[in-house]
């Protein structure tokens, strides 16, 4: 099956600094990538996505990438703010069994003013 | 338009008891699922369905069922609950390009 790592597990920025979370899977056949926020308390929610036949995508101040050759995807927060402050999860939807996306494990970001 | 709902909120329950927690999305999603998320960590598949009528076993599936009787409902049962099943519940629903929604989530302590 699909195995997803996640790093950092925590995170701590300025306020108006930029912020990164590295995800990579293992398998190859993988082909969309979502990135959900949860807040406290909150569910996830899907923020952005990216699927295989493109390398990058944004929206706003945040963005992804997308290197298949090395199997690995990123989230680029731009401008933090407070409100930016959250769980993120990575995920890679694996084709191999069933329609089903493997989550990572999460980056605690906070955003200090 | 509701979404996912998920019901109930929060529940508290005592080990043997069976307890059934639902989920009802209107998307008319083909593809519905179980995730049970433990403070601090990711979330852990337990079951999924692609489509009604089907059901299939996720990372967690021991000591969960599931059925699919409709589109539109999938509810997940708990025989007899453990404390270790204590735990945040969240189901999802995803749409023919693979996003996956989520509902609000099921609050489950079992003493």
């Known amino acids: 099956g699909e195995n997803v790592e996640q790093h950092p597990s925590t995170l701590s920025v300025q306020e108006g600094d930029s912020a990164v979370i590295k995800c990579t899977y293992s398998?190859?056949?993988?082909?969309?990538f979502p990135w959900y926020k949860q807040e406290l308390g909150k569910r996830p929610q899907l923020i952005i996505d990216?699927?295989?036949?493109?390398g990058e995508k944004k929206d706003q101040r945040i963005a992804v990438t997308l290197n298949k050759t090395a199997k690995h995807f990123s989230l680029h927060i731009t401008e933090t703010q407070p409100e930016d402050s959250a769980v993120y999860f990575c995920?890679?939807?694996?084709?191999?069994?069933?329609?089903?996306?493997?989550f990572g494990t999460g980056t605690q970001l906070k955003v200090e003013l | 338009i509701a979404g996912i709902t998920q019901a109930p909120t929060s529940q508290i329950l005592a080990a043997g008891r069976r307890m059934t927690l639902r989920c009802t999305q209107d998307m008319r999603h083909n593809a519905m699922y179980w995730y049970r998320q433990d403070l601090g960590l990711g979330l852990r598949l337990i079951h999924y369905?692609?489509?009604?009528?089907?059901?299939g076993k996720g990372e967690v599936p021991d000591g969960y069922s599931v059925s699919r009787a409709n589109t539109d409902d999938f509810p997940l049962t708990l025989a007899s609950a453990v404390p270790s099943q204590t735990s945040v519940y969240f189901c999802?629903?995803?749409?023919?390009?693979?996003?996956?929604?989520f509902g609000p989530g099921t609050r489950l302590t079992v003493l």
């Open positions: 999802a629903s995803s749409n023919i390009r693979n996003e996956q929604f």
């Open positions: 369905s692609n489509t009604a009528g089907t059901t």
């Open positions: 398998d190859s056949a993988s082909n969309y």
């Open positions: 990216i699927r295989s036949n493109v």
């Open positions: 995920a890679a939807h694996y084709t191999g069994g069933g329609n089903k996306l493997t």
